[in-house]
């Protein structure tokens, strides 16, 4: 295999830079060509590609976002855009791809890689930290910390005020985020799209609360909760306690951007390094992990189908450290 391309795909993550960083080094020190292909799958599409020299990755180890940028195509979910997506690899000799994305991105390539024959291995770059076949994503460490000095600022003002905030942070369809930066915030409550959420027992909770004069309670929200986040929540605590000083705060996309963590710069090296080599080796249509510190090989087919569960005991924390 002599030429390779890369893309990110889907949500970008705090560490894709230090991913593509240590794939295109890699490459380029295994005697191989590699291709940037910009904003994903849809850049594959239109041709958008370049050849990628060890210049065109130097200082982006730190930077947030995508060198490549990224997008979702809807094009590519059409047999048509998948054609053409492949005739356009032919065109640039690219033998073998290197996939940085989510769910989103790995299922795309379930469906392409069925129709065409193109080597491939995936690396794990989402905030939500919501695929099976590792311990952690790209993103997730840097994401987590960035709602955690949040949540501890709005607990600054919320003290000040004795007031009730509630927070919501990302996690359309995985609670990760909600859990950690709430318990690592002491976070009276925590709603989590894997629990179903018991409105009257939170209100329950906040009435005794008050009656023990503990005015300050913090709720961290995940966006995917099933009662229908922060503003729903926000609502339901108003029609029962008119007088409580609530807010409301929605942490957004400030999650998904600034300069990536330690961790997860190191993480994002390992992995760019894994996949490349993995490509070298013939062990491709894979997914690279990290478990118990190892570096892991999981198939695409069984990423997108499995689930991560929620560790039992961290629910249980949630109940117990918040009294």
């Not at 809807?74 to 791809?97: R, V, W």
């Not at 392409?112 to 952690?136: E, H, N, W």
Request: proline residues 3%; hydrophobic residues 40%; charged residues 20%.
């Amino acid at each position: 295999m002599k030429n390779i391309g890369i893309l990110t795909s889907g949500g970008d993550s705090p560490g894709m830079n230090a991913a593509i960083r240590a794939a295109v080094r890699t490459a380029l020190y295994n005697k191989m060509n590699i291709f940037g292909i910009r904003r994903g799958y849809q850049g594959m599409i239109e041709g958008d590609i370049f050849q990628m020299k060890t210049t065109d990755v130097s200082n982006i180890i730190q930077r947030g976002g995508t060198i490549l940028k990224t997008a979702r195509s809807k094009d590519f979910m059409t047999d048509k855009g998948m054609e053409t997506a492949y005739n356009q690899l032919l065109s640039h000799n690219i033998e073998g791809l290197v996939l940085i994305g989510g769910d989103g991105t790995f299922r795309g390539a379930v469906n392409f890689f069925s129709r065409y024959s193109i080597p491939a291995v995936g690396i794990p770059g989402t905030i939500d930290k919501d695929l099976m076949g590792t311990d952690f994503t790209i993103g997730f460490d840097t994401a987590v910390n960035t709602a955690m000095e949040a949540i501890d600022k709005i607990r600054d003002t919320a003290e000040a005020h004795d007031r009730v905030f509630v927070i919501e942070v990302m996690g359309r369809d995985a609670g990760y985020i909600a859990l950690n930066s709430g318990l690592a915030c002491g976070a009276e409550d925590i709603l989590i799209p894997e629990v179903t959420t018991d409105i009257n027992a939170l209100l329950h909770k906040i009435e005794c609360d008050e009656t023990r004069k503990k005015n300050v309670h913090i709720i961290v929200v995940a966006e995917g909760d099933d009662y229908g986040g922060a503003n729903k929540v926000h609502e339901a605590i108003i029609s029962r306690f008119p007088k409580l000083d609530v807010r409301t705060c929605i942490l957004g996309h400030i999650q998904r951007g600034g300069s990536p963590s330690y961790a997860d710069r190191v993480l994002a090296g390992r992995m760019g390094f894994s996949a490349v080599n993995a490509l070298v080796s013939g062990n491709t249509q894979v997914m690279i992990g990290v478990i118990n510190g190892n570096i892991v090989h999981t198939p695409f087919a069984q990423v997108v189908k499995g689930e991560t569960p929620i560790p039992t005991d961290m629910i249980e924390m949630i109940k117990v450290l918040s009294i």
